[in-house]
């Protein structure tokens, strides 16, 4: 989307969390989740972090989530994370 709509549906996103309500989003700019979102959840297969955006998305729990990412494999029905690595 361009910038206006994002500007404008961001706007619109935050009055709707001032009024209490429940706002589920999926980001992947970083600088967005932290200037608009007050909580974060970051998931990779499993939860990585949640909670106060400030506290969420540090380097660790983004590098954490990033090489969870890595064991993805598509023909497998399920996905097995190594513990040991």
Do not use: Y
């Not at 970083?30 to 949640?50: G, N, S």
């Not at 993805?72 to 097995?80: E, K, S």
Request: glycine content about 2%.
């Amino acid at each position: 989307i361009d910038t206006r709509t994002a500007h404008d549906l961001l706007h619109l996103i935050e009055t709707w969390n001032k009024q209490g309500k429940t706002v589920l989003t999926v980001l992947h700019d970083m600088e967005q989740a932290k200037h608009h979102f007050p909580e974060t959840l970051i998931l990779a297969r499993e939860i990585v972090a949640w909670g106060p955006t400030a506290s969420a998305l540090t380097d660790k729990n983004l590098a954490t989530a990033q090489h969870l990412s890595h064991h993805w494999h598509d023909d497998n029905h399920t996905c097995n994370r190594d513990e040991a690595a």
